[in-house]
């Protein structure tokens, strides 16, 4: 038998339940994989980029700044949607579309210049001027 969902939860078709949140004061929506489900389905549906941390005791785990399709893709990898609460919806909805203008990737810091990155040597090289076979034998 199964039970209701509560207001932030989603059930999928295979019994399996997710939960949504957001905290108070942030935009970001979190999304809950249920405990003790190590669930190879999080990385073929693209969330598993976007886990936030994972709780080894429980198996538990949060995942963070995921697009809407990803989570979409989890839930039809389970079969599809049940049945779901009111705030999860309204959560989900929030979320950004994988489909956007993607982020800028962060600046590479670029490699100085080869006259930059030679230190002076603390010693002449042999044959160069001031080294041992300008000065002859010693």
């Not at 207001?7 to 949140?21: G, H, Q």
């Not at 709780?55 to 949060?62: R, T, V």
């Not at 963070?64 to 389970?78: D, F, N, S, T």
Request: a neutral charge; one cysteine or more; proline letters at 13%.
């Amino acid at each position: 038998m199964t039970r209701a969902v509560r207001s932030t939860e989603i059930r999928l078709r295979d019994n399996v339940y997710i939960s949504v949140s957001k905290d108070p004061g942030s935009d970001t929506v979190m999304f809950y994989a249920p405990p003790r489900h190590r669930d190879p389905k999080i990385d073929t549906s693209g969330l598993g980029p976007h886990q936030s941390w994972f709780e080894p005791g429980d198996g538990s785990a949060e995942y963070k700044g995921m697009p809407v399709e990803a989570v979409r893709a989890y839930c039809r990898l389970h079969g599809g949607v049940a049945e779901a609460g009111e705030m999860a919806l309204a959560l989900l909805k929030k979320l950004p579309s994988g489909a956007a203008e993607p982020a800028p990737a962060p600046e590479q810091p670029t490699a100085p210049a080869v006259e930059e990155a030679a230190a002076p040597r603390p010693f002449p090289l042999r044959g160069s001027p001031g080294g041992r076979a300008a000065r002859g034998p010693g």
